[in-house]
Nanobody, 123 residues
Framework: VQLVESGGGLVQAGDSLRLSCAASGRIFSLYAMGWFRQAPGKEREFVAAFSRSGSSTYYADSVKGRFTISRDGVKNTVYLQMNSLKPEDTAVYYC?????????????????WGKGTQVTVSS
């Protein structure tokens, strides 16, 4: 499984940005998919995820109501729509996949990671 993120960049506080994660093969039926982020000097933290069926989504409290995770099964792509961005959202954002939804949410030996895309929000 290969995951390739794109869409990062430099934006101002209050702006929006959409990240994409292109996955190799048809993996949605096999893996829960999600997004994590890591700011300088901090540990990687969970942002959002959906279950293999896509029927369940889960968000970190810090992004709830501002970020939306979605997927396109035809394009094998996962998206993270980020609205009302804040300087504290600045981080490298990683796409991830795991066969177990709970392991993904808890960052427990996650199966696959992308290389990340930088998001910088200026004040």
């Amino acid at each position: 499984v290969q995951l390739v993120e794109s869409g990062g960049g430099l934006v101002q506080a209050g702006d929006s940005l959409r990240l994409s994660c292109a996955a190799s093969g048809r993996i949605f039926s096999l893996y829960a998919m999600g997004w994590f982020r890591q700011a300088p000097g901090k540990e990687r933290e969970f942002v959002a995820a959906f279950s293999r069926s896509g029927s369940s989504t889960y968000y970190a409290d810090s992004v709830k109501g501002r970020f939306t995770i979605s997927r396109d099964g035809v394009k094998n792509t996962v998206y993270l729509q980020m609205n009302s961005l804040k300087p504290e959202d600045t981080a490298v954002y990683y796409c991830a996949a795991d066969s177990a939804y709970s392991d993904l949410i808890n960052n427990n030996n996650v199966d696959y990671w992308g290389k990340g895309t930088q998001v910088t929000v200026s004040s």
